[in-house]
């Protein structure tokens, strides 16, 4: 598991990249449609991973990041601020507010 939020973060948009939503679910602290996920991780490209702001806590992180990514050749890039939590020693996705 990541060390830190921010590592989680990384990780979580290149498992989005190459389609592996089992780790994007595993990684999160509530279970999302696993099939929606799946359907948007196949049906776009994931280009660029540009991260704006790191707020590192003991308990709780935030990463606000941009996502270039093109779906069916529309840009449909995104800044998104993320909340981790830390449960048991290990990160979390616990939520995020578009920007």
Not at 4 to 23: C, N
Not at 28 to 52: H, V, Y
Not at 57 to 83: L, M, P, W, Y
């Amino acid at each position: 598991m990541p060390k830190d939020a921010l590592t989680l973060m990384k990780s979580r948009y290149s498992a989005f990249a190459v389609g592996d939503i089992r780790y994007i679910v595993k990684t999160s602290t509530s279970q999302k449609d696993f099939d929606n996920l799946k359907a948007f991780s196949s049906s776009c490209k994931f280009e660029k991973l540009d991260i704006l702001e790191f707020t590192d806590g003991n308990d709780e992180a935030f990463v606000t990041f941009r996502a270039t990514i093109f779906c069916s050749e529309i840009d449909s890039s995104f800044t998104e601020k993320s909340k981790f939590i830390k449960r048991d020693n290990r990160w979390f996705y616990d939520s995020g507010e578009f920007q």
